[in-house]
């Protein structure tokens, strides 16, 4: 059958459509329904149908025969079977009292049940009844009596495991289900393929990582393979914002580094040729403090800016191997004692995604500030923690420190807070190491926590969720 070019090239667009793939799919199923339903109720042999017009004149043609033949009072009163050439038999029943003439008496009850199912008597009708079909009722008038007339003949049964379907709606229905839901099942997973890789990619960007998937633009049908490409298209300028905005810090960097390094050499020289005083002293400090000030905020700006680089999954204790190795030295060095209670169970391996340095820089700020503000002892404490069905890694690092008021635990983590000038002096602090431990969690979708300890200084929680395949 020749088909227009255009057609062709039509449909062949057309189906890389989802509307297009809805529409097919759906009616599909609706004609499945309707053919499975027509097919059920008209091809059961039991059930009772309307003789064809044409068999009806067949029949009448027979009863025409037979009643030049044979006198059928005489047979009724016999109780006798009239044969036809063709192989029916013509069972006569007295049209008034329904007795029944020349039926062999195992065919009696279905034909009764015949008699009882054809209210209308002026429609011939047909039916089987497992191996005996019967036709009728055709009338017959003699002199005495008049008869309607029944031919029947032998039929090959319906097969039995038939019968048990047609007398089971439930398993029709399941019957019509096994063959609609294997195309519910493929347009679901048509649909379903390509979002999964649009999810997967769109966590992944939730994630911080900034890569481009080519698949999503290839795969599925025409409306997910535009979102594909706007998504990839998003995460492209992504990308070139996030390279213009590195490029942008670190010119920042060195124009902010340039005074400072002048002022110091100036500083240098000054004390050089008047010798050291409380004035060249103080600016010292103060170019110091502008120098790590400097410092810590172009950390915490490339933190905001750098959440899509060097992306891992890798084991959880990767992040306080080294760390805490070290804090135990310089603990030790400053006369206090870091204790660690690791709870996770040694036998499960627990993993993170993320960026193993950042978190280990996170972790080891918060120890050292336990450190700095700890009297005798720090404490460090590792378990897992299960809420809804998921799991998450939560540290904590606590001191025995004076603390800090209730009231300002809640800003803590803002950048250049301070709870007090004369305290900020005297640890050197700039306000931004917690601003950017916060924003170091807050990009592994963690969160941080602060409250007052039990050994009576700070309480910070780390919480963050565990990767799971």
């Not at 009772?48 to 044979?70: C, G, M």
């Not at 049940?113 to 209308?120: G, P």
């Not at 050499?265 to 040729?273: M, N, P, S, W």
């Amino acid at each position: 059958m020749f088909i227009p070019k255009k057609i062709t090239s039509f449909l062949s667009l057309a189906k890389s459509y989802l509307f297009f793939q809805l529409f097919f799919y759906f009616s599909t199923v609706f004609i499945l329904i309707l053919v499975a339903t027509f097919l059920f109720s008209n091809l059961d042999d039991r059930r009772i149908v309307p003789l064809k017009h044409h068999d009806i004149e067949y029949l009448n043609k027979e009863i025409k025969k037979l009643e030049n033949r044979y006198n059928f009072d005489e047979i009724f009163n016999k109780d006798l079977t009239v044969h036809t050439p063709s192989g029916l038999n013509l069972v006569l029943v007295d049209k008034n009292t329904n007795i029944v003439s020349g039926m062999e008496k195992s065919n009696v009850r279905p034909l009764l049940s015949f008699l009882y199912q054809t209210e209308d008597e002026s429609k011939p009708m047909a039916r089987s009844f497992d191996d005996l079909r019967i036709n009728g009722p055709f009338f017959l008038k003699t002199q005495t009596r008049e008869y309607k007339g029944y031919f029947t003949y032998p039929v090959q049964a319906q097969k039995e495991w038939l019968n048990q379907l047609y007398d089971n709606p439930i398993k029709i229905v399941l019957i019509l289900l096994s063959l609609v839901l294997p195309t519910i099942f493929l347009l679901s997973w048509k649909i379903t393929r390509p979002l999964k890789a649009l999810r997967a990619t769109a966590n992944a960007v939730a994630r911080g990582s900034m890569v481009v998937n080519p698949k999503i633009e290839t795969q599925g049908i025409k409306e997910f393979r535009s979102v594909g490409r706007s998504l990839n298209y998003m995460i492209h300028s992504l990308q070139n914002s996030n390279n213009h905005q590195q490029r942008l810090l670190s010119d920042i960097s060195h124009e902010l580094k340039t005074p400072l390094a002048r002022l110091q050499l100036a500083t240098a020289i000054l004390k050089k040729k008047n010798g050291e005083t409380k004035e060249t002293e103080r600016i010292e400090n103060e170019i110091q403090k502008m120098n790590n000030m400097v410092l810590d905020l172009l950390s915490l700006s490339r933190l905001q800016l750098d959440q899509h680089t060097s992306r891992s999954v890798f084991p959880v204790e990767t992040i306080w191997r080294e760390v805490l190795t070290d804090a135990k030295f310089e603990a030790a060095q400053h006369g206090l004692t870091l204790m660690v209670e690791n709870n996770l169970n040694t036998k499960e391996h627990y993993q993170l995604n993320g960026n193993t340095g950042l978190l280990a820089s996170a972790l080891e700020n918060l120890i050292r500030n336990a450190q700095k503000y700890a009297k005798t002892t720090v404490k460090v404490q590792i378990s897992l923690e299960q809420k809804d069905r998921r799991r998450a890694l939560k540290i904590s690092i606590e001191d025995d420190g004076i603390g800090v008021p209730d009231s300002e635990l809640q800003n803590i983590f803002r950048p250049f807070y301070r709870i007090n000038e004369d305290r900020a002096r005297e640890t050197g602090g700039t306000g931004l190491g917690l601003a950017i431990v916060d924003n170091a969690v807050t990009q592994h979708q963690g969160k941080l926590k602060a409250n007052r300890s039990k050994l009576g200084g700070l309480r910070v929680e780390i919480r963050l969720p565990l990767w799971f395949e």
